[in-house]
């Protein structure tokens, strides 16, 4: 079976510090992987994507950037942290066939 | 632009009562409408999901009705139990993309009181 993985499950951070968080899918290959953003008590804002090894869509312009190494690792990052950065984060993956979204367990963002 | 719009924004229902979130949409390609179902501090969890080829569907006490000439899909949840309690989202995509993208309501927080 498959399964999500994100770590860390919570960080905080000071303004201006860099930020690096990870995803890892197990139990598929070539998945297509997603970012999300979830602001408090507030909707799913889809950050970045991608259908394969190094190719990355964005869907928002900020501050934030997104790789992916390996065929199922995505990895969020930012060289400099905003307060509006502050949110849970939410990393998801579908299969090729597959048309469900599957999400991680989140990281909670708290940037001071 | 919102691509799927929900309602309400937020719901109390008594435990025992039917909950009923609505959604609408306007692009016609859209042919995959699923539900995802969020508990605090979690991350969403697909809940039931519907293809336009059908009206309705049901799994358990969660029903999702579908009307596609009016382009609007409903979830309800019948005898709804406090452990419902959770933030609802609707959402679409189309099967045929590459990506998959699902393109999200703004959610639903539906309290549901013992």
């Known amino acids: 079976s498959q399964t999500i993985h994100q770590w860390p499950a919570t960080l905080v951070q000071p303004v201006g510090s860099p930020l690096s968080l990870e995803c890892t899918v197990e139990g598929t290959s070539n998945p297509n992987l997603y970012w999300y953003r979830q602001a408090a008590g507030r909707g799913l804002q889809l950050l970045f994507y991608s259908i394969g090894i190094d190719q990355i869509s964005s869907e928002v312009p900020q501050n934030l950037s997104a790789s992916r190494p390996q065929d199922r690792q995505f990895i969020l990052s930012s060289k400099k942290l905003l307060l509006s950065d502050s949110g849970f984060y939410l990393c998801?993956?579908?299969?090729?066939?597959?048309?469900?979204?599957?999400f991680g367990p989140g990281t909670r963002l708290t940037v001071t | 632009q919102q691509q799927v719009k929900q309602s309400p924004q937020s719901l109390i229902v008594q435990k025992g009562g039917i909950s009923i979130i609505n959604c609408a949409y306007e692009?016609?390609?859209?042919?995959?409408f699923p539900w995802y179902q969020q508990f605090p501090g979690k991350g969403p969890a697909l809940l039931i999901a519907i293809r336009p080829d059908v009206s309705e569907k049901k799994e358990g006490r969660f029903t999702i009705s579908f009307n596609k000439s009016a382009k609007q899909f409903s979830l309800h949840i019948m005898d709804s139990q406090p452990g419902d309690s959770a933030t609802y989202f609707c959402?679409?995509?189309?099967?045929?993309?590459?990506?998959?993208?699902?393109?999200f309501g703004r959610g639903t927080q539906l309290t549901v009181w013992p």
């Open positions: 692009n016609t390609a859209f042919d995959y």
């Open positions: 959402a679409a995509s189309i099967r045929g993309s590459t990506l998959g993208r699902l393109y």
């Open positions: 998801a993956w579908s299969g090729p066939a597959i048309y469900e979204q599957y």
